[in-house]
């Protein structure tokens, strides 16, 4: 266990399954109190926490929609309640749509897939830095899409993710002086539930022959790259992207 870590509180958004789940169970394993956020589904946020606690972490859940300004203030306002002032962040959630070329997406789409994926960064980002004194740190969730466009499929998604990239780097060097660190990570196919949100439950497996590893990666190696980002392991680290896409 890092004594940096010891009793500093994570934010982990959209944390009740997938990468988020993973990622929640691992820092508390790593003696993070974390802050298990989740929009719905309020049992499988409890699982996660059940898990923790039952492991003997620290953790609680709390509910928000992190695409809406007022309910990501009251999200810091009640971590910071019940498990203290809020030191490092990791923006995970996101929502995926299911393939469509670009011109069959509706601008209602459009717009959703920009809120789930970067206003939802952007505003937890913005809370975060607005509250967080120094020293603190953010992994912002990307996605390898956002450098291949995913032409036919989701050029929306790639397009907001794209744009997590950017902020990742601008925001980096707006709080470097401050002492915070920014980063991001790119996940490659990873199986989750979001292929099912997607429409397509298998497409992990119908791609893997195209990875160079030969196989769709786990929740808990991102969670592991993650885990290193926000860790003083990689105190010397801001700005930048780290692709966990097993080659691709
Ligand atoms: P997932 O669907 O299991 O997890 C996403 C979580 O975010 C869900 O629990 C969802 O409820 C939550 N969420 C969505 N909108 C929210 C909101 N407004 N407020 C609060 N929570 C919200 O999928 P995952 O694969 O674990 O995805 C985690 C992150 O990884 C996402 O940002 C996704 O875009 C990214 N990603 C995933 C893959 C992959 O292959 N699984 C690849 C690249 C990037």
Redesign the pocket.
């Known amino acids: 266990m890092n004594k940096d870590t010891i009793n500093k509180v994570v934010l982990v ?2 944390a ?5 789940a993973a990622t929640a169970k691992l820092l508390a394993k790593r003696g993070y109190r974390v802050a298990i ?4 589904n309020a049992d499988a946020a409890t699982d996660v926490a059940n898990e923790i606690k039952q492991n003997g972490g620290m953790c609680d859940t709390f509910c ?4 809406n300004e007022n309910a990501v203030t009251h999200l810091f306002d009640n971590i910071e309640a019940n498990l203290g002032k809020v030191n490092y962040l990791v923006n ?5 749509f299911k393939q469509s070329t670009l011109s069959d997406i509706s601008l209602e789409r459009f717009l959703n897939t920009v809120n ?2 970067l206003t ?1 960064t952007f505003l937890c980002a913005k809370e975060f830095i607005k509250r967080c004194p120094s020293d603190g740190a953010i992994v912002n ?1 990307s ?2 899409a956002s450098q291949s466009g995913a032409p036919f499929e989701y050029v929306d998604y790639a397009a907001a993710k794209g744009a997590v990239d950017s902020l990742t780097r601008g925001l980096a060097l707006e709080v470097a002086e401050r002492g915070i660190r920014v980063n991001a990570i790119r ?4 199986y ?4 099912s ?1 997607g429409g397509e439950p298998t497409r992990v497996d119908r791609l893997k022959e195209k990875i160079p590893l030969k196989r769709g990666g786990q ?1 808990i190696e991102v969670a592991n790259s993650i885990a290193y980002l926000l860790s003083d392991d990689a105190s010397f680290i801001t700005g930048k992207i780290l692709d966990v896409t097993g080659g691709i």
């Open positions: 958004t959209g009740s399954r997938g990468i988020g956020n989740y929009v719905k928000a929609d992190v695409t995970n959630a996101g929502i995926l789930g994926n939802s969730v996605s390898g996940p490659g196919l990873i989750t539930d979001i292929h949100d929740p």
